[in-house]
């Protein structure tokens, strides 16, 4: 995935109830394409 923009090393909120709290995420495109651990974001 080539993905416009990565934001990482934050506290990523989300509303999943498996994983509530990320570290990284990546855009493309204006929409979120992935989120998790840094590792698994730069990866992707």
């Not at 990523?12 to 590792?39: F, N, P, W, Y």
Request: proline share 0%.
């Amino acid at each position: 995935m080539n993905a416009d923009q990565i934001y990482t090393n934050g506290a990523v909120i989300t509303v999943s109830e498996s994983q509530a709290e990320a570290e990284a995420l990546a855009v493309k495109d204006g929409k979120v394409v992935a989120v998790g651990s840094r590792q698994e974001v730069l990866t992707c």
